[in-house]
């Protein structure tokens, strides 16, 4: 495993360098949260998403609470950028474990910080990207939000990477990541999957995202329905697992005892002996003969389909 050594920190640093330079021109106004990139005022990615729907609704948590949460993620981030940017660690602050989780993060990943707080954008918006990796194994950027609130919208952060994605024309992103600090300080990070490249253009250029009507009462039926069926196909895959072990003993005894058939009154076995079968090497006619293999391959239409993924709960 690599170590998060003095070089390879420095090697960083360079990376961190040349990508922050071809960021000087946009400028981020924080009192107002306005980027100005080429003389021109830019919405932010963040009002987007709010404008849209896409991101998620606080006006009914506890004012006092939102500033408490907003300032302990402000902590969190400045203290990592500190890092990052300086490789000074403020031992003095409460959130010093998350320093050190997140260096384990990156050193048992084998990750480099090549970027931090890097702002994008382009003529009609503007957003900061709080982290950049490098992973070092297979030679791929990672583009990271850092995120400190109790849940993960993951649907949100999806929309959020997807158009700084976009809004970059530094990097080509391999991997999109989200870091969640969690409130009992833990680290855990998360894959997310990015939004496709042509939805995510009808959403910069403020187009209507393509949607279908279909009512709430009918997606909860098919999420009960599936999830029911995902958790009978797990009771169904462990008692398969159980059957094979136990067949596998039965078939030892008969074979070792010589019986051919056992019954009770609740379960008849027989014993089947080994057996060769024929088949065709689909694989290895379509390489040596392929000219046979397309007269008999036959050719079926199927019927449009839907792939449903069950999401994992964030509540």
Not at 230 to 244: C, M
Request: a negative charge; charged letters at 35%; aromatic letters at 8%.
């Amino acid at each position: 495993m690599k170590k998060y050594t003095k070089e390879t920190y420095k090697k960083a640093q360079q990376l961190l360098v040349n990508l922050e330079s071809r960021n000087d021109d946009i400028v981020f106004d924080e009192d107002t949260h306005t980027y100005i990139y080429k003389n021109n005022f830019l919405k932010s990615v963040t009002q987007l998403l709010a404008e849209k729907g896409i991101s998620p609704n606080y006006d009914s948590v506890d004012k006092d609470l939102l500033a408490k949460s907003s300032q302990r993620g402000i902590a969190i981030h400045s203290l990592i950028e500190k890092w990052v940017k300086t490789g000074e660690v403020d031992t003095e602050s409460e959130y010093i474990d998350y320093l050190d989780q997140f260096i384990d993060f990156l050193q048992d990943n084998e990750y480099i910080v090549v970027g931090s707080e890097v702002r994008v954008a382009n003529d009609k918006l503007g957003g900061t990207i709080d982290l950049i990796l490098y992973d070092t194994d297979k030679e791929e950027y990672i583009i990271v939000d850092i995120k400190t609130t109790s849940v993960i919208h993951t649907y949100s952060v999806s929309w959020q990477l997807s158009l700084y994605d976009k809004l970059d024309s530094v990097r080509d992103y391999h991997k999109a990541m989200v870091l969640h600090f969690t409130s009992n300080a833990r680290l855990e990070s998360k894959v997310v999957t990015m939004q496709p490249k042509e939805i995510v253009d009808m959403l910069v250029n403020e187009e209507k995202l393509p949607t279908i009507a279909i009512s709430e009462n009918k997606l909860e039926e098919l999420t009960d329905a599936m999830t029911l069926i995902e958790t009978y196909k797990a009771k169904i895959k462990e008692n398969e697992e159980i059957a094979s072990k136990i067949n596998e003993e039965i078939i030892k005894a008969m074979e070792e005892n010589n019986v051919k058939t056992f019954e009770n009154d609740r379960v008849r076995i027989t014993y089947v002996a080994p057996s060769e079968r024929e088949t065709i090497d689909s694989k290895k006619l379509k390489v040596e003969l392929p000219d046979i293999a397309k007269k008999y391959t036959k050719v079926s239409t199927t019927k449009a389909s839907v792939r449903i993924t069950i999401k994992e709960s964030e509540e």
